[in-house]
């Protein structure tokens, strides 16, 4: 049965129950509403009535100059969208007998079937064809710069307290065609997939879009962090594109391509195993502040009609699979759900720093996290490093030496690295391992305690990120024998770093005297 409701065309007519159609009648006959009348209007009023309007259709984000494309906002939402009116079922039901238009319906789960609502998620589809019409599935070639298991066993990888610093991963020749796909490089990880428990992070370097090629992720969820270049990202939910400055994350299990508008591109992934990613607590923060979840954008649902050869790539435990089929795996006309692709810009973080003295830990930056199986401890915290102001007094203000259960791993995706530990460059990587000790360097150490501490703006034109991963972490051998950038320690760097506590033991044997106490030095 057909209806149209007030403030929709004919084009928007929905297919809707008769017993609907009676609650809605009431709701229009004015049963559940007052409706305003010509009487009530003062004699001054240029309007007939009381009328404002009613929305038409949800919000979506408008296109910009950098971006083409509608998106959803809300974190975690079921959403819905459609790109052809009508083409979903009506509530109540998400697999009809018959779908609008000769669709097929299918669902993506992407937890278990039993879990917590907090924790459910999944998407329902309606599609020209479903996925499972394919030919058969192949062993592709090994990509042996792509690594996933991360057991001490695995001879591509090596577990190590060093640390590490690389430059930017070098953009092949323009005659060597490289994807996103084949142009991404293992750093290291921990975990496996298999045990659904784990992390892996990887460099892309990039020069040619994907033609007529999907990838689907068996693995784990991958979070794309640009640093040069803007990805166009068509997936099965709609298309994103993802510009230096933005991340996005896409889930296991769902087809997506990415093309190069700039026909170049370069960044990081970071890749979950067993988990998904999730906005942390606010606690005293109260509710707002940090990462506003209507800041991040879903897409809308958007399909081709393209019935060309195309080549899906399934990657598990690191290995590459694929099969071809006779027709675009972007076929998706509607869906519903809550597991889906999302992208985030990070200058719309809300940032937090103390105010009058100490100073706040890195994790106050934090705009997304994941759990491990572990319950109260995180599996990795990404957390985005944007201009702040410094006021805080008789504080030193660089960040404090320290060694931490959590590896870090961090990148600069523009500008000026801040801190002096390093040779560190936009584009490059940084590894500190589960508890190695890390901080700034002598001379960064005598100027923070000496200078007069005024109010400043730091990192007005650069843009830095880091991730906390609470565990140790490996080093596979592409990132140790094969980057083109390894940059060497510094041998020498700490040789100058003074003690100048030393320099005080006179006035402190002075005053242990004063206090009957033996001087330093003596045999206890
Ligand atoms: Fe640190």
């Given at each position: 049965m057909k209806k149209c409701l007030p403030g929709y065309d004919n084009d928007w007519a929905f297919s809707l129950s008769p017993s609907y159609l009676m609650h809605v009648d009431r709701i229009i006959m004015g049963e559940f509403m007052r409706i305003p009348s010509e009487e009530s209007l003062s004699d001054t009023s240029p309007l007939k009535s009381k009328y404002g309007r009613s929305a038409t259709d949800c919000y979506t984000s408008p296109p910009t100059a950098s971006d083409p494309y509608r998106y959803m906002l809300g974190f975690g939402n079921l959403f819905v969208s459609e790109a052809v009116p009508g083409t979903l079922p009506e509530g109540g039901r998400n697999v009809p007998q018959r779908c609008a238009f000769g669709l097929y319906s299918e669902q993506l789960n992407g937890t278990s079937f039993i879990s917590s609502r907090q924790t459910l998620q999944h998407v329902w589809m309606y599609r020209i064809?479903?996925?499972?019409?394919?030919?058969p599935l192949q062993c592709m070639a090994a990509n042996d710069d792509i690594e996933a298991c991360f057991s001490p066993s695995n001879q591509c990888i090596k577990y190590t307290p060093l640390s590490y610093t690389w430059g930017p991963l070098e953009i092949p020749e323009s005659m060597t065609r490289t994807t996103f796909l084949s142009g991404l490089k293992t750093m290291g990880g921990h975990g496996d997939p298999t045990n659904k428990e784990g992390i892996a992070i990887h460099m892309y370097a990039a020069n040619a879009s994907m033609e007529n090629e999907a990838f689907c992720n068996n693995d784990g969820d991958f979070l794309i962090i640009p640093s040069e270049g803007a990805l166009d990202i068509q997936t099965e939910l709609g298309r994103m594109m993802v510009t230096p400055g933005e991340v996005c994350v896409i889930q296991a299990g769902i087809r997506w391509k990415v093309n190069l508008p700039r026909g170049k591109a370069r960044g990081y992934v970071q890749e979950i195993f067993g988990s998904h990613y999730e906005l942390p607590e606010l606690g005293p923060l109260g509710s707002n502040g940090m990462a506003l979840p209507r800041d991040f954008e879903t897409p809308v649902a958007s399909f081709d009609i393209d019935e060309t050869k195309w080549t899906i790539i399934h990657k598990l435990t690191g290995d590459l699979f694929s099969y071809e089929q006779?027709?675009?795996?972007?076929?998706?006309?509607a869906w519903h759900g809550n597991y889906a692709p999302y992208k985030y810009e990070l200058s719309k973080f809300v940032s937090f720093n103390s105010t009058l003295k100490e100073q706040v830990d890195p994790?106050?930056?934090?705009v997304l996290m994941a759990r491990s199986k572990i319950p109260g401890v995180s599996l990795t915290e990404f957390a985005a490093f944007l201009p702040k102001w410094q006021t805080s007094t008789n504080t030193f203000r660089p960040p404090y030496y320290h060694r931490n259960m959590a590896t870090e791993i961090g990148g600069l995706i523009y500008g000026q690295y801040g801190g002096s530990s390093r040779e560190q460059v936009a584009g490059g990587l940084t590894l500190e391992n589960s508890y190695m000790p890390h901080g700034e360097s002598y001379e960064a150490w005598v100027k923070a305690t000496t200078e007069p501490l005024e109010n400043v703006l730091v990192g007005q034109d650069s843009l830095g990120f880091m991730l906390h991963i609470s565990s140790h972490f490996s080093v596979t051998n592409f990132a140790m024998e094969r980057h083109n950038c390894i940059r060497p320690q510094r041998a020498a760097f700490w040789d100058n770093v003074k003690g100048p506590f030393l320099d005080h033991i006179p006035a402190i044997n002075k005053i242990l005297q004063e206090q009957g106490l033996a001087p330093l030095g003596t045999p206890q």
């Open positions: 064809r479903p996925s499972v019409a394919h030919r006779a027709w675009t795996p972007f076929d998706v006309v994790t106050i930056h934090t």
